[in-house]
């Protein structure tokens, strides 16, 4: 199973960016799939997750406002919107697979885990 994140780049702050995730060789139509990030010398922190049929979305209060999880089943891909993006925002972001159909905030929740892609918003 892979999962493959892709759109992360350099924006100044107040810029946004699209991330994207896509599985191959298992779908997670059924499972609840989720963002988190990880800033230099920080522990990995939840940023949103999303149920199965996109009913529940659960977003970390920094990001609540301005980040909107997404999914598409039928391309078994999982996106994130970022808007208003500040510099406390960089960091490698990873998407991630949950155990069920509404995983939530922890890490433990989520099975398979993409690659991580970088994100680094400028002051």
């Known amino acids: 199973v892979q999962l493959q994140a892709s759109g992360g780049g350099f924006v100044q702050a107040g810029g946004s960016l699209r991330l994207s995730c896509a599985a191959s060789?298992?779908?997670?139509?059924?499972?609840?799939l989720g963002w988190f990030r990880q800033a230099p010398g920080k522990e990995r922190e939840f940023v949103a997750s999303i149920s199965w049929n996109s009913g529940s979305l659960v977003y970390a209060d920094v990001v609540k406002g301005r980040f909107v999880i997404s999914r598409d089943n039928a391309k078994n891909a999982v996106y994130l919107q970022m808007n208003s993006l500040k510099p406390e925002d960089t960091a490698v972001y990873y998407c991630a697979a949950g155990l069920s159909a509404y995983s939530g905030p922890g890490s433990t929740r989520y099975r398979y885990w993409g690659q991580g892609t970088l994100v680094t918003v400028s002051s």
């Open positions: 060789r298992r779908t997670f139509s059924n499972n609840a």
